[in-house]
């Protein structure tokens, strides 16, 4: 049974950094584009970040672009969120996801698999 398990939530002070990781199990992943999703309190699941299958081609939220990085290690089956420069306003829930369908036209859709996420929180 596939499955995808996030880690690396946690703790952290505005301005500050976390890594995000999520690790694929059952299956391989390295054929899928990958994601990350977020949910903060009162909001309904948003986009994050989106990377291809060989990792060539990365999509951003506006409201991350220039400080997140999400990567990927086909070899591990894993799928990294590099988060910096932090704000309370990231404060969520991160979800990672495959497979993604439409990110270059930012039209996310036929996620299957979904990980149970990791929180993350941001303390000013």
């Known amino acids: 049974q596939a499955q995808l398990v996030e880690s690396g939530g946690g703790l952290v002070q505005a301005g500050g950094s976390l890594r995000l990781s999520c690790v694929g199990s059952g299956r391989t992943f390295s054929d899928l584009a990958m994601g990350w999703f977020r949910q903060r309190p009162g909001n309904e699941r948003e986009f994050v970040a989106g990377?291809?299958?060989?990792?060539?081609?990365?999509y951003y939220s506006d409201s991350v672009k220039g400080r997140f990085t999400i990567s990927r290690d086909n070899a591990k089956n894993t799928l990294y969120l590099q988060m910096n420069i932090l704000k309370l306003d990231d404060t969520a829930m991160y979800y990672c996801?495959?497979?993604?369908?439409?990110?270059?036209?930012?039209?996310?859709?036929?996620?299957?698999?979904w990980g149970k996420g990791t929180l993350v929180t941001v303390s000013s």
């Open positions: 990377i291809g299958f060989d990792g060539a081609n990365t």
């Open positions: 996801a495959a497979p993604i369908y439409g990110l270059g036209r930012q039209d996310y859709y036929g996620m299957k698999y």
